[in-house]
């Protein structure tokens, strides 16, 4: 009977051992970093959005939480750690990041364009870092110092909420609404490796579709995931629905199975984005 009691006890012990090395420990990521994350299983995700930059494509002013948001997201795997995340770079601050990003051993893993003839002219730089989880932070926060990102609190913003539901109902689920800004986040069906390690969605491994309202059009960007084969597909399809395709490249370097990110462009009828978008996602495995 005590082998038996022995036995229960070390099993809770292990479990609870085990929970707890699972968890983040967000309260010193958000000192590091300056500000409030949010913790998604064990992932560490923060945003920076660039309230700084005033970006138009077409007279259509680009909204920083529609496009213009870099982000950090640090992954725990047992004692170790692993960060990935996108800065967003007028083209004047790339070779400071980039400099700085090689001077403390950061990767890089894509320098690309995500939207064409916006002004001015931005950039975004996806960059990996393994370690301490702390050192990361502070790391690529002093990268963050070498722009013009806004390290403090966001501005408030007071906005009229738009009504969403004829883009909600043609999506087929609800989106997560913030001002005139609406968003979606599609994880695919199947297991996302990195460096021989799963990735969960929050470090960026989910189609993301975003959708300003200005003067009663919606303005849409945004990436999908994608296999080789969804690519050609997606791009139809999006075409066709007057959704202007961006880009098509990588984010990643030893991912599998290699994927390939496409991002787009579009303004018009928020019913017509809404259905040339599920129009896309339909070509593609993900959850919906």
């Known amino acids: ?12 012990a292990i479990f609870f051992v085990s929970h707890a090395e699972a968890q983040i420990d967000s309260i010193a990521l958000e000192k590091a970093f300056g500000r409030k994350g949010a913790v998604q299983g064990n992932v560490y995700r923060v945003t920076f959005p660039r309230w700084d930059l005033k970006v138009s494509v077409d007279g259509f002013p680009v909204a920083p939480g529609v496009g213009l948001t870099s982000w950090v997201a640090i992954h725990k795997m047992g004692q170790s750690y692993m960060m990935m995340g996108d800065f967003v770079m007028l083209d004047t601050e790339e070779p400071l990041v980039v400099a700085k990003l ?14 064409v003839g916006e002004k001015p002219a931005v950039k975004f730089l996806h960059f990996s870092g393994n370690g301490d989880a702390v050192k990361l932070a502070e790391n690529i926060r002093s990268v963050f110092a070498l722009t013009g990102t806004p390290l403090g609190a966001a501005p408030s913003q007071v906005s009229a909420a738009p ?5 909600e109902a043609i999506l087929g689920t609800k989106g997560k609404k913030a001002g005139i800004i609406i968003s979606y986040s599609f994880p695919r069906n199947e297991k996302l490796m990195e460096s021989g390690m799963e990735m969960p969605m929050a470090m960026g491994m989910a189609t993301g579709i975003n959708l300003q309202m200005e003067g009663g059009k ?5 990436d999908f995931v994608l296999l080789a084969d969804e690519v050609n597909p997606v ?3 999006l075409v066709d629905h007057g959704i202007n395709v961006t880009a098509i490249h990588n984010h990643m370097l030893y991912d599998e199975p290699r994927l390939f990110m496409l991002h787009f462009w579009g303004v018009g009828d928020p019913e017509k984005i809404a259905a040339g978008l599920k129009a896309a996602l339909d070509k593609t495995n993900s959850k919906r």
């Open 1 to 12: 009977m005590k082998s038996l009691k022995r036995s229960i006890f070390c099993i809770v």
């Open 102 to 115: 090689v001077s403390l051993g950061l990767g890089i893993t894509a320098i690309h364009n995500h939207l």
């Open 163 to 167: 009504d969403w539901s004829a883009v």
């Open 218 to 222: 919606a303005g849409t960007t945004g």
């Open 235 to 237: 791009v139809k399809a």
